[in-house]
């Protein structure tokens, strides 16, 4: 499978009152690896970027005034994301931008993102996993100790390549069913205990609600990445 991760830096943030994309940022990875392949551009929005904004991004209208238009890259946009699955944090945002800057350039391109990819968003997802919860990136960030102290401003191949750690960290589920058990006290890492009396033990069994809960993740494993090792072997 073939995703790419995506974010955008916006002028403002409603393309409905005019704004446009300031930055794309885009990193492939090739079943959930990262492949070193990225798309990124900063572009020239052709209005002025809101106060807001600046504050989020920290992208004037000076370091913006010699940059493409979208117009410009619009091309080698569709043609980076065709038969992708794109992975975007909130994704009614950026698809929204997007679809209103190619509905802006002449025939010749997709007229909309859906038309050449599908979508996730790990905004949904992250709301079915942690219901209740905050699940902002910087949030999903601590959750799965995903390193962004690096993410002073927002940029979009930056947050791009947290996005695309923290999306397989949120979709990766245990890869290891063999738990060992290990001695106590005896200074041995790893060794698995012999000669133990099952007898002892006290069998947990799960309950209604925790196992419904079990279904529950391991359907959306299954629906972010496509495979889940619990699904195959049960």
Known sequence: MRQVVLDTETTGLEHRDGHRIVEIGCVEM????????????????????????????????????DKPKFADVAEDFV???????LVIHNASFDIGFLNAELARVESGT??????????????????????????????????????????????ALLDAEILAD??????????????????????VQGEVVTGLDLSLLKVMRASDDELAAHQQRV??????????LWVEQS
């Not at 996730?120 to 390193?147: F, I, M, W």
């Open 166 to 187: 923290v999306y397989l960290a949120m979709t990766g589920g245990q890869v290891d069913l063999c738990l060992d058990l290990a001695g106590e006290g005896d200074g």
């Open 219 to 228: 359907a959306a494993i299954e629906k972010a990445s496509g495979r889940c």
């Open 110 to 155: 997709a007229g909309r993102v859906e038309d050449v990819a599908t979508v996730l968003d790990t905004l949904a997802l992250a709301r079915e996993l942690h219901p209740g919860q905050r699940n902002s990136l910087d949030a999903l960030c601590k959750r799965y100790e995903v390193d962004n102290s690096n993410r002073d401003l927002h940029g």
């Open 30 to 65: 090739i079943e959930r690896r990262l492949t070193g392949r990225n798309f990124h551009v900063y572009l020239n929005p052709e209005r002025q970027v809101e106060g807001g904004a600046l504050e989020v991004h920290g992208i004037t209208d000076d370091f913006l005034a």
């Open 79 to 85: 043609t980076f994301i065709r038969d992708a699955e």
